[in-house]
């Protein structure tokens, strides 16, 4: 009886490795790697202002939609976050009376600046000690606004926003980030 148990267990070991080890053997893609929501220890934004008194001097503003950035998924839904981006930006900086003229037909040619950036991370929160809370939303950017003709960089951020899912969406979000983003840019260019 001993003897048999161990022949058992000697060849559910063996089993056992030529499996793990056979499946190696295969390769595989890599999976995508899955974006991990900002830590509240992160700083939620970030601006800096390299070039205040050429901004000031104002000029035609190009903004162009934000790209997925590196390990995000380009999908509608980022597009269309994307695309939420630059309205907030680009209605706060117009009924402002700041010095940047935002360009609506965007012509690369009229452009003094170019507001560009990428979507870093774009999700929810999943937590098993959050189960009876609701799910968080999460979004983050990064960008900058150059200049047409130097292709200097005069104004950078990095930004990250979270909201409640069932009350706010995707959309909600990137609209709020871009206002956040344009008001306080236009409150630091005023004199």
């Known amino acids: 009886m001993g003897r048999n148990f161990l022949r058992l267990l000697l060849t559910v070991w063996a089993v056992y490795a ?25 700083r939620d ?19 162009v939609p934000f790209s997925a950035g590196v390990n995000v998924e380009a999908t509608d839904e980022l597009e269309a976050v994307s695309l939420y981006i630059v309205k907030g930006i680009g ?12 360009l609506t037909e965007g012509d690369l040619n009229q452009a003094d600046f170019v507001f560009q950036g990428h979507i870093t991370k774009l999700g929810t929160t999943h937590s098993l000690t959050e189960i009876l809370k609701p799910k968080s ?21 990095s930004r990250n926003i979270f909201g409640a899912e069932g009350k706010d969406d995707f959309k909600t979000l990137g609209d709020e980030l871009g206002k956040g983003v344009a008001n306080y840019l236009m409150e630091d260019l005023k004199d």
């Open 91 to 102: 209605e706060t900086l117009m009924a402002g009376n700041g010095p940047l003229k935002v």
């Open 137 to 157: 939303l999460y979004l983050s950017v990064k960008g900058e606004m150059l200049e047409q003709k130097t292709g200097k960089v005069l104004f950078y951020f």
């Open 18 to 42: 030529f499996c793990s080890a056979g499946c190696a053997w295969f390769k595989r893609k890599p999976a995508p790697a899955k974006a991990e929501p900002p830590s509240s220890e992160s």
């Open 45 to 63: 934004e970030e601006f800096q202002t390299l070039n205040r008194a050429r901004l000031k001097e104002g000029g035609n503003l190009l903004i």
